[in-house]
């Protein structure tokens, strides 16, 4: 099946915010808030690529990965008291996306 338009934005704004958040895995903030905690900020912005991989290829995994990538970061960034600017901007968008993927979810591939 053809992916959607739409699928396609929300991919590329996905994979867009995974090259900006990924240099903040390095960022001194991040290294003072613990030891552990780069890598897990690195897992998290490892799920979401991975989710919009997924979407990319429409198959519905790719939704579930990203509703639960979305979930985690949310508790990770509140967690952490990491609530600037994109987070903000991300907590307005991605219920959004989260909507429009669940529209879709019926019509995507469920094979690998």
């Excluded at 739409?6 to 001194?28: A, D, E, R």
């Excluded at 519905?60 to 994109?86: C, E, K, M, N």
């Amino acid at each position: 099946m053809k992916r959607p338009r739409i699928i396609t934005t929300i991919c590329v704004i996905g994979f867009i915010s995974v090259l900006l958040t990924f240099p903040q895995v390095f960022s001194p903030s991040i290294k003072k808030l613990g030891l552990i905690v780069p890598a897990i900020f690195g897992v998290l912005v490892a799920m979401h690529f991975i989710s919009c991989v997924g979407l990319w290829f429409f198959k519905q995994w790719g939704v579930q990965l990203y509703l639960i990538s979305f979930f985690a970061r949310l508790l990770f960034r509140i967690g952490f008291d990491l609530t600037g600017p994109f987070f903000f901007i991300s907590l307005l968008t991605e219920p959004v996306f989260i909507f429009i993927l669940l529209k879709y979810y019926k019509r995507m591939n469920v094979n690998l």
